[in-house]
Structures are given as C-alpha cells and as structure tokens.
C-alpha cells in the first residue's frame, strides 16, 4: 500500500508532462527544456519506483493486459511463423498457440500461451489458461522438433491451466504430465522464457528447458496469490501477503536457482515500451540458442535432467 502515493504522484506528473508535449507540438510554444527536465525527473522517479516493487506490486505488472504476448514475441524472433492448429485428436485450443519459424537459417519450433487484449479475444483464448488440447498441441509440436531435430522455444504466460469441468473430463492432469514427460526427454536444445504470469503446472508443462528467463517483472509460482491465500487464511483479499510468501519474484527464483537469468524491462514495465521488450527477449533467445546449439543430444538431455534435479536442495 506504500506504493500508491509513489503510484499517484507519477501519474500525476505523466499527466503534466502530456499537457506540455501537447502545447510543444500543437501551440507551437518551445518548451523543449522544461519537457527534457520533466521527462528526467519523471525517468528517475519510474527506476526508483520500479525497483521497490513489492512482490504483490510485480504481480499486478505481470498482468498488465498491455504487456507483450507470446505472438509479440514470436513476430520479433522470426518473420516467417507458420502456426500448427490441433491437437489431432479432439480439437485446437486458442489459449496455446505454436508452430513453425526460423532465426536466421535455424529453424525452431515455438510454443506459446496467449492471452487476448479485448474481452472477446480474452474469451476465445479463454484468458490464456490451455485446456488437455492445448497441452495435447504442445506435445505434437515437441515431437516434431524431436523428428526434425529443431531447437524448441517457448514463451510462458498463463494463470494457469483451465480448471473446468470440461478440461477434467478430457484428462487436464494426464495431459500435463505427459507435456513434462515428452519436454524432459528432448534431444534438442530448449529454452524459455516468462513473460508474465507462470501459474502452476500449467506453466511448468512448457517450461522444462535447458535455459529458464524470466522478464523482470513476470512472476512464477505455484499458485495464484489469491488461491494460495483463499487456502491458508480463508481469505483472497489477503493476496498481497500470499505474493510475499510466495517468493515469486524473478529476483527469488535467481537465488534459488530455478531459473538462469533475468531480461531487464523498460523503465515502467513490458508494456511501456513493447518494442524494446520483445528486441530483448529476441537478443536473449538467440544467445541461449548459441551457446546450446553445439551441444550433442544426450548432453542436452542430461543437462535439463540435472538442472531440475538439483532445485529444492539444501545446503
């Protein structure tokens, strides 16, 4: 709650430095100074701001509905994706989107969960949260980066997978073991990154990989704040508390070894500046890619196996 004056004060100034740039370009007045100062000002404010995030306060940043998705993503790392619907057994699932592309002359095979920015898209994508089809999808497109021996890169933004009825009866947990399963054992290089939200197994079912990034303000969990605190306290408004307990922030999970790296966002977050993100991630997977690339297929396959094996040991 510390953070709203900050949060307040900021908007506030954001607003004031509008006002300017609109009277700078549509009056005619020159006030390049005052913007160059007040833009510095606001600069330094947004850093400080920033790198004071309570862990419920890079929740909310990992949700913003105006970060990057993983079609952003793929549309910086390779002008020629061809997506693959289905999951050849009972229908496609919008919430998980993948296929084809090349980096350069590398082809690779790219998995993504995708969120919508309109409450119709949002629906059809059923907010980023795959159903067993979904997962179904990912595992066809793995076993084809396996056959064609393609490197595998995917991209994690997801609540968590659907919890419905429907997902149940068509086998929601078999589905996401079996993602694991199949990901674990491939002889190709594999990596990840999280863009915003990674809820649970829903998350984990596409990231087992070599490498695991996490953008700056994305969160890995799992559980939800709000379901861990409806659990411990009976109580969903105590998410902010759960956040912190959780330890979900990409400056934790650094320490404890679950992932490899964090990708530094703009001043302000991911959807400030969508652009600069997506250059990043691109730079970052394509430097994972390089340094996994030479490696033969059972020493990728060891590597994954020993990375996941050594996390929650002690001492």
Known sequence: MSEQPKEEALSTLEAHIRKLRLLHEEEGLDLTAELKELEEKYTHLRRAADEQLSPWDTARFARHPKRPFSLDYIARLTDDFQELAGDRAFADDPALV??????G??????????????????????????????????????????????????FVDTPGAFPGLDAEERGQAQAIAECQRVMSRLPVPVVTVITGEGGSGGALAIAVA???????????????????????????TKAEKAAEALKLTAKDLLGFGIIDGIIDEPVGGAHTQPEMTTAAVAEQVREALAELTPLDRDDLVEQRYAKFRSMGRLG
């Open 210 to 236: 070599n490498r695991v990034y996490m953008l700056q303000h994305s969160i890995y969990s799992v559980i939800s704040p709000e379901g861990c605190a409806a659990i411990l306290w009976k109580d969903a």
């Open 105 to 154: 002359e590398i082809g690779v095979v790219i998995i993504g969960h995708q969120k919508g920015r309109t409450t119709k898209e949002n629906i059809r994508r059923n907010f980023g949260m795959p159903k067993p089809e979904g997962y179904r999808k990912a595992i066809r497109l793995m076993r084809m980066a396996a056959k064609f021996r393609l490197p595998l890169i995917t």
């Open 98 to 103: 993948g296929g084809l592309g090349r980096i």
